[in-house]
C-alpha cells in the first residue's frame, strides 16, 4: 500500500481526509479533473496549481495508443512526461473502450476490441491493464472491470460482477509496483443491492489501498444512483478512500460526499466550458446567450479566480464558440469552481458547519425550495436536515 | 505618447537607415518600450492562446506592446458595452499593457480590395464581407480606447492597375481627414496610414500628404501584399525618406524574420506580425540562434535542423526527443516541458500544444528584437544582418543538394 488516508474531520457519514499520495498530499472530498491524454484540455500546469488542481487523471486506453506505454515509461514515467508534480490517477482503459468502441466483445479473457488505429481485433487482459498502467506509473491506478450499462438489467449484470471480481485477482497479482502505485478496485452490480453487497464483500476481504464505485453515472434514475452510493459507502471501510466514478455535477459530488465518498472524476466541467457554459453557484450560465453580450459583470461575483477578477460575461460572450481563448478562460474558472466546491466541502466538514454549507448550497441553486425529491431522501440518510431549503415560498 | 529618437540613423551601407527609439505609452511610472519592437499579434485584445496569468512571464517591458485590430469587435461587444466597461486594456484585464490599433490583421480580419468603395473599406471576416466607414471605425476606437491607432486605410494588393492604386490613396487621404475630424484627442494617437501599393511614385506622393497632416506617426500600409521582396526595400525606402524622422513608424503584415531585418534597414520602428501565429498552427517552434554575433555561423548550422529558423514539432524525430525546444531558453514552455511531449500534444490535437507554442515563439522573437536592438546599439546591424541571411542560405542551399 502506498497511501495513508487520515480523516480529519466528519459529519454523519461525510467525512473530509488527508490522503497521502507518493507524490502528493490530496485533501478530500476532491474533484479529479480528467486530462485524457496527458493535459487537462487548454490548461498548463501551473494554472492547474494556481486553482488548486491536487491530482488529475488520464485515461490509460488513450495514453496506451497515443504516444505509447512504452514510451511514457521510457521517459520516466507519466509524471515526468507531462511535468506534473501533483497526483495522478488512471483508469483501467476498459470503461473507455466498451464506451468509445462499439465493437467491443467482452470474455473471460478480457476486452477484444478492433483497433482504431489498423482495425484489427486486440485484447486487453486485466494483466495487460495492469502493466500499462504500472509503466505510466500514476498515483492510483485502477483494476479492469466489466462494464455495463446501469440501465441493462438480466443475468448480465449479475455475470460482469463476478467477472469483476475474478478479474481482480487477476489484476492484483499482475501489480508489480504496490509499493509506488495504489491499486483500487471497483464496485460493479447494476443497481441490484444483492449484487452490490456481495461485490463489496469480496472487495473488502482483498483489502485493497482504496476503492471505486463503479457502473454509476451512466443514466440511471438519480433515486437508484444515490441508493447504490450510499450503500456502498456504508459498506466499505472507514480507514480507506471510497471514489465514485464519472461524477462532476456540483449537486451529486454534495450528495455523494454527505453520503461518505470522498473522490470524483469527470469530463464534465471542461467539456461544458467548451460549449460556452460556466458554472456558478446558482448552476450554470450560458455564455453563449444574446443577453450575455452586454452583461458586463463578470461571470461569478463570488469567484476569485482569475477569469473573474478580469472579464466580464460581454466579452467572454465575444469569444465562446469563436477563439480558443474563449473554452480556455471558461475552462479555467469552471476547474476553479470544481476545486472551491471541494475546497468548501473539506474545510466545512472540518468546521464542524458541513450541515449548514448544505444548507446554503441547495439554497442557492434551489432559490424556490423546489430541491428534487432525490436530493431530500439522500439527505435523510446522510443525517442532514434540509427542511428549511424545500419550505415553499411565500407568494 | 511620446516617442525619442535615442539613436538615429548613420545614413550609409546596407542598414543606412535603421534607428533605435523609445516609446513612452503609459503614465510617469511606465517604462519606455524601445524600438524596433514586436507589436504582439491579439484576437479581440488577448493573445491567441497566452492568457493574462501566463503573459506576464514573457519579456517584460517587451511584451507590454500589443496590437489591437478593431475589425474584431464590429460585431460584439458594441461600443456601448466596451465604453462602459471602460475600454480594450480594462475588458481584457490588461491594465499596464499598450494597445496599438490597425485596421485588419492577416488572420480573420483581411482587407477586401474589391469590396472596398468610396463609402468604406471591406474586410473579409469570419462572418462574411464587413464595410467598414470612418464613422464605424471611429466609433471603435473611441471606445477601446488605444494607445496608438491607425487610420481607417484601403489597402490593395501590389497586382491592382495603376487607377485603382491612385485611388485607393485619395480614399486613404480623405478617411485619415475623416477619422481626425472624428477624434476628440486631435490626432495625438493617431498613426496616418501610408499606402500606395507597389509603385514608388504613388508612395512618394503618399508619404509627402500624410507628412503634412497633424498625426503623432505613421502606419505604412498594403505591405506583405503581393509586393516582391526585391521590390520592397526600394518602396519602404521611398517612404521613410520622406517621413519626418522624429515620428514612429509602424509596418503591418512584415513577419517573417528577414523581413523584419529589411524594416529595420528601411528605418521602420514598430511590426505587426500574425507570423507567430501561423507558426504556432502549423507545429512550429523558433530555433534559430539570437547571438549570432557571439557565434561562428558553421556551429550554427551544425546545430539547426528544418530550415534553420524554425522546427516542426509534429516530426517523428521528436517522439523520445527530452531536450527543451532551445537549450537555455527562459520562457515558460522551454523551462517545463520537452519536445516529446510538444510532440504528442501536437500528434493528439490538444490546445495546450498551442499554448506553449504560442509562448515560446512569442518569447523568441521579442528575444529577436532585443537582439536587433542590441546590435544596433553596437553598430553591428549589417553584420547581424549578413550573418543571418548567410546562415539561412546556405542551409536552403544544403537543404536543395
Ligand atoms: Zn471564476
Ligand atoms: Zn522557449
Redesign the interface.
Known sequence: MALQFEVVGRFNRARASKLTLPHYVVQTPMFMPVGTQGTIKGLTNSQLEDIGCQIILGNTYHLALRPGAELIDELGGLHKFMNWKRALLTDSGGFQMVSLLHLADITEEGVTFQSPVDGKPMLLTPEESIQIQNKIGADIIMALDDVVRTTITGPRIEEAMYRTLRWMDRCIAAHKRPDAQNLFGIVQGGLDPVLRDICVRGLVERNLPGYAIGGLAGGEDKDSFWRVVAQCTAALPEDKPRYVMGVGYPLDIVVCSALGADMYDCVYPTRTARFGTALVPEGVLKLKHNAMASDERPIDSTCSCMVCKNYSRAYIHSLVTRDAMGSQLLSYHNLSYMMRLSKDLHMSIVEGRFPEYVRGFLRTQFPKGDVPQWVCNAMEVAGIDISSCCAPVPV | MRFVVTKPSAGAGVAGKARLGALYLGGGAAPPIETPALVVPT??G?P??I????LDRLPYPDSLLLHLSPIH?V????T??IK??GGVHQ???LQDHFFIASPGDSVESLPEHEGTNKIGAAFET?SGRRLINPKDYMEIISSTRPNLWASLADEVPAWVTEKRNRLSIDRTLKWLDDCLSLDQEKGVSTLGAVVGGSNIENRKRCATEVSMRNVSGFYLGGFGLGESIEERSALLNAVTDILPEEKIRFVSRLGLPEEVLQGVAAGIDLFDSTYIYHLTLGGFALVFPLDLLGEAPEALLRNSSSDYTKINLHATIY??D?SPIVDKCSC?TCQ???R??L???L??H???A???LEIHNTHHFLGFFRSIRQVLKQEKFELFRQRFMESRRVHLTEALS
Open positions: 484576437r479581440r488577448l491567441s492562446f492568457s493574462r496569468d501566463l469587435f460585431e460584439c461587444p458594441s456601448r458595452t462602459n466597461i475588458m481584457v484585464g469570419p517522439r523520445k527530452t515558460y517545463n516541458h520537452t516529446a511531449y510532440n504528442h500534444l500528434n493528439v490538444e490546445m495546450l498551442q499554448i506553449l
